[in-house]
């Protein structure tokens, strides 16, 4: 009779294990801006407002991060700027040049990689795709740890993944560093088993991808916040008579009847001391209004009309009237 109690009191427990093992919340994947943290909320919060704000968005390019890990973790740094490109994109600030457009036009430039890290390489890769930012930045630590405990029949663990990462924002009209920071992100995935039975802790790029979002989420926080106060510029792309081409457009926020002051680009502005460069002088040269917003493929050329001022040229710097 003990015999059949304890039998019987043993698949008790192995039942009961089997039902938590099938109840247990497996998380892990990665939705949207979906962090472990209050982030994505303060995000949701930004973007509302932002969609409110009118002003043209940035076009932005984001370079490939550096991959500095001790390990040398395989793709992260590509993953950190894809990420980053799609949060920035939903954001409804930016227009997105994707990493893989900079490196192409890096390499038909025979720049080089590393010559986004120059100011006068940044605004001559602002030139050529008519950007107002470029972002860089470098993923300089990763780590997976297991948590969780053991029981005789039950299993539970936690996979946690943190990583840490470095980012800059340069001006591409100016070369002149706009922000630097750094954040830190953190993902966990949870795994059960009962007797064997159930999730294994094995590596997946969802962990590191989790990881990348929470800390990349952060970052659109603070870049949102520092770039909410610039204002806006673009260039002439091409003259034609009086009908300039701005090198943006309905798909950037450019709309019918927008008044442009249009400046020179001067002389470099260095400081005496640390010899760095701290913006660049500009000529204004005259007024231009916007008559068609939706020129071009892309729908992000536009044709203004010269209102005052003559000589205009390829390059010229161009900025809202307020």
């Known amino acids: 009779m003990k015999r059949y109690l304890i039998l019987i009191k043993i698949l008790f427990v192995i039942a009961t294990a ?9 998380t892990g994947t990665v939705k949207d801006d979906t962090t472990v943290t209050e982030t994505s909320k303060e995000l949701a919060k930004l973007t509302t407002e932002v969609h409110e704000y009118k002003c043209p968005k940035l076009r932005t390019g984001i370079a490939n991060f550096e991959n500095k890990t001790p390990s040398k973790i395989f793709g992260i740094g590509e993953s ?8 920035l994109q939903k954001s409804g600030r930016f227009v997105i040049i994707a990493a893989q457009d900079l490196k192409h036009v890096l ?3 025979k720049l080089g990689a590393s010559g986004l890290v120059n100011p006068d ?19 300089t630590a990763y780590s997976e740890a297991e948590e969780g405990q053991d029981f005789i029949l039950y299993q539970q663990k936690d996979q946690v993944a943190r ?5 800059r924002i340069v001006d591409a009209t100016t070369g002149v560093q706009i922000m630097a920071d750094s954040g830190a992100g953190i993902y966990r995935k949870k795994t059960s088993q009962v007797m064997g039975m159930g999730a294994k802790s094995t590596y997946d ?10 800390a990349l989420t ?7 916040k520092q770039l909410e106060t610039r204002k806006w510029a673009g260039r002439i792309a091409q003259v034609k008579g009086m009908q300039l081409f701005i090198n943006a457009g309905q798909k950037s926020g450019i709309n019918m009847g927008d008044k442009l002051y249009v400046y020179r680009p001067g002389e470099d502005i260095i400081d005496p001391v640390t010899k760095v460069k701290l913006g660049m002088s500009e000529d204004f040269i005259g007024e231009a209004k916007i008559i068609r917003n939706d020129f071009g493929d892309a729908g992000d050329v536009s044709i203004a ?15 809202l009237e307020k």
Do not use: H, P, W
């Open 205 to 214: 790029t969802v962990l590191r991808d989790g990881a990348l979002r929470d």
């Open 18 to 26: 089997v039902y938590i093992c099938g109840c247990a919340t497996v």
């Open 305 to 319: 009309t010269s209102l005052s001022g003559t000589g205009f040229k390829v390059g010229d710097i161009v900025r």
């Open 121 to 139: 390489t940044v605004v001559k890769m602002g030139q050529i795709l008519g950007l107002n930012a470029i972002i860089s930045g470098a993923i």
């Open 80 to 87: 950190a700027s894809d990420i980053l490109g799609t949060i």
């Open 107 to 109: 390499e038909q430039q």
């Open 163 to 167: 990583v840490t990462v470095d980012y």
């Open 218 to 224: 952060q970052a659109t926080v603070n870049i949102l």
